[in-house]
């Protein structure tokens, strides 16, 4: 069964914190992106990664950063958290090339107190 | 740029009713892909369908059927005999090629209730 695993499904951090999100998947996809979903905003594209330390910003790449040292693997920083980053975080993988599906993790509800 | 609009916010049906969800899309692409996407309660969002925007046949699985038409840059989602199981956020999304690779490009959602 196909899967990827965001680290925490819940998350309170203090404004000012620095924040990591971490995802992992484990069907050897080259590509991974972390969404934020937001009520009346859709997903919303934040980072993406279609290699091993290779990043590009999505639409929305203020105050993150992110980090891909190895395949599987993709985090999401957020530098100095602030309470306009409460959201939901979508992780989510696919193969290389065209027309793949992304397969999503289940969620990161972050809250910024 | 790449741009997916579904104009329902929100529906609410009653069970066994049929239900179209709209999805508009804007691309200069020639070839792209298009999705839906279901995103239940639970938060996970799982994969529908795909189509590529050289195949503009009908699809239909089971109680669904996707229409998809180039001409009005349209990719429609029907429902027919809803199910209160089919209560979910549904996503459109249209693919962005980005080097040899593609992102996806959401719609922002239409939320579907579906009541017995």
């Known amino acids: 069964d196909v899967k990827v695993t965001q680290s925490s499904r819940y998350l309170v951090k203090r404004t000012g914190e620095k924040v990591f999100l971490e995802c992992v998947q484990d069907m050897d996809h080259e590509n991974m992106f972390w969404y934020r979903q937001d009520p009346g905003l859709g997903l919303r594209l934040i980072y993406f990664s279609y290699d091993v330390k290779m990043k590009e910003k999505g639409d929305i790449p203020e105050g993150y950063s992110v980090s891909r040292e190895k395949k599987e693997r993709f985090s999401l920083i957020l530098e100095s958290a602030s309470t306009n980053q409460t959201s939901m975080y979508l992780c989510a993988s696919s193969q290389a090339g065209r027309g793949n599906e992304a397969f999503f993790g289940q969620g990161t509800r972050l809250t910024v107190v | 740029a790449q741009k997916v609009t579904q104009a329902q916010t929100e529906i609410s049906v009653v069970e066994k009713e049929d239900v179209t969800l709209d999805c508009v899309y804007e691309t200069r692409d020639t070839t792209y892909y298009l999705f839906w996407y279901k995103q239940p309660p639970s938060g996970e969002l799982v994969f529908l369908i795909r189509r590529n925007s050289f195949d503009e046949q009908n699809e239909i699985s089971g109680r669904y059927s996707w229409n998809f038409q180039k001409s009005t840059s349209s990719f429609n989602f029907t429902i027919t005999a809803s199910q209160v199981v089919d209560s979910a956020v549904y996503f459109c999304?249209?693919?962005?090629?980005?080097?040899?690779?593609?992102?996806?490009?959401f719609g922002k959602g239409t939320k579907l209730t579906v009541n017995p």
């Open positions: 999304a249209l693919s962005e090629a980005v080097g040899g690779s593609e992102k996806l490009v």
